[in-house]
Antibody, heavy 122, light 107 residues
């Protein structure tokens, strides 16, 4: 059974940093691209970032480019999102999501974690 | 960026009704379209990929169609557990983009 468990969310001041983690199990982690998708309170879904299975390719939404860094440790079956220079508009539930291929091209999200809430406020 | 526009934004229907949700892309995405269901306070779940292929375990009352720029999600006979918010998403090119969502409510 595929399981994705996010952690690391919390309250942070504007300009601060936070690192999210997503522990994966139930599949061969290195064979699949992984993504982060966020949802602001009461709003829709917004794709944030994707990393290929080998970590060779990364992709970012313009809204986070230069501030967020996606990475993965295939030996630990864990996905990360380092978030710097956080803004109030980054407040959201952050979901990690598994894609259906390794490349990150032409793939959709077949499994999602339960999400972790990030609140940016002073 | 490819814009995804869903309609309607909300919909009231009764158990047993047939409902259709539409999704339009601002440019052709071939069949690189997925549909997700999200219940309150829960993570989204995958329903349909490739515009019309049903994800494993999804009931056959759900169906998807379309290609290019116009797509539909149809629920043939609404069940109580289907009342949720539905999102379309294009995965033709980065940045991946979602529709704004359609909230399906009980009439």
């Amino acid at each position: 059974e595929v399981q994705l468990v996010e952690s690391g969310g919390g309250l942070v001041q504007p300009g601060g940093s936070l690192r999210l983690s997503c522990a994966a199990s139930g599949f061969t982690f290195s064979n699949y691209a992984m993504s982060w998708v966020r949802q602001a309170p009461g709003k829709g879904l917004e794709w944030v970032s994707t990393i290929s299975g080998s970590s060779g390719d990364t992709y970012y939404a313009d809204s986070v480019k230069g501030r967020f860094t996606i990475s993965r440790d295939n030996s630990r079956n864990t996905l990360y999102l380092q978030m710097n220079s956080l803004r109030a508009e980054d407040t959201a539930v952050f979901y990690c999501a598994k894609e259906v291929s390794s490349s990150g091209y032409y793939t959709y999200f077949d499994f999602w974690g339960q999400g972790t809430l990030v609140t940016v406020s002073s | 960026d490819i814009q995804m526009t869903q309609s309607p934004s909300s919909l009231s229907a009764s158990v047993g009704d047939r409902v259709t949700i539409t999704c339009r892309a601002s440019q052709s995405i071939s069949s690189w379209l997925a549909w997700y269901q999200q219940k309150p306070e829960k993570a989204p779940t995958s329903l349909i990929f490739g515009a019309s292929a049903l994800q494993t375990g999804v009931p056959s009352r759900f169906s998807g169609s379309g290609s290019g720029t116009d797509f539909t999600l149809t629920i043939s006979s609404l069940q109580p557990e289907d009342f949720a918010t539905y999102y379309c998403q294009q995965y033709s090119s980065y940045p991946y983009t979602f529709g704004q969502g359609t909230k399906l409510e009980i009439k």
